[in-house]
């Protein structure tokens, strides 16, 4: 096998991991064991949604050589690793706070809004013959989405536990994706 089949092949496989990795996201995320409780709606959805991005990462790290994503595909494992950790501390105290049907209904609408946008983004991001690039052109659309998610959360009543996890969320996936346009500028895309 040839660099240029080599090269074609990596990019397959890559491909092929992350359209798996895509898939299995959206099933958990849609359905996961919603309740009366924002905050328990929020977790149980972010944490399927933080496990596919730390999977998107170590796919990329199989096969990337640039060092700039690398240490961003790092960060998001460990920075992730660490969300899902603290979400699933506070999943029983925060699915004790229960909140009214309006507020309900109007933060369940604006998340399948965000979600619809978010796997249309990511399962239609431009497939290129540079992992890299790839990498980049999948993962912002999901920090998007994770950032929407946040803010969505906090204009209703949450558990005081999550509020930091939410500004967090916010404030280092804001980071990440001005750093990741950078790079992919740096790619010439």
């Given at each position: 096998m040839g660099k240029n089949d080599m090269f074609c092949f990596n990019t397959k496989e890559y491909l092929n991991t992350f359209y798996c990795i895509l898939d299995q996201m959206i099933q958990e995320?849609?359905?996961?064991?919603?309740?009366?409780?924002?905050?328990?709606?929020?977790?149980?959805?972010?944490i399927p949604h933080h496990q596919a991005a730390i999977q998107m990462s170590k796919n990329l790290l199989k096969y990337s050589e640039f060092c700039p994503l690398k240490t961003i595909a790092s960060q998001i494992i460990e920075e992730q690793t660490?969300?899902?950790?603290?979400?699933?501390?506070?999943?029983?105290?925060?699915?004790?706070?229960?909140?009214?049907?309006?507020?309900?209904?109007?933060?369940?609408?604006?998340?399948?809004?965000?979600?619809?946008?978010?796997?249309?983004?990511?399962e239609y991001a431009r497939a290129t013959d540079s992992i890299d690039a790839n990498?980049?052109?999948?993962?912002?659309?999901?920090?998007?989405?994770?950032?929407?998610?946040?803010?969505?959360?906090l204009h209703y009543e949450v558990c005081d536990g999550l509020i930091p996890i939410l500004e967090s969320i916010i404030s280092s996936q804001r980071q990440g994706v001005r750093q990741m346009q950078c790079l992919l500028r740096r790619l010439g895309y």
């Open positions: 995320m849609t359905t996961a064991n919603l309740t009366e409780s924002i905050s328990n709606n929020f977790i149980v959805q972010m660490k969300g899902i950790a603290e979400m699933e501390s506070l999943l029983k105290s925060c699915s004790c706070l229960i909140n009214c049907d309006k507020d309900l209904c109007l933060y369940d609408r604006r998340v399948c809004q965000i979600m619809e946008v978010m796997f249309t983004d990511m990498f980049i052109m999948e993962m912002i659309p999901h920090h998007l989405g994770a950032i929407s998610m946040a803010e969505n959360a």
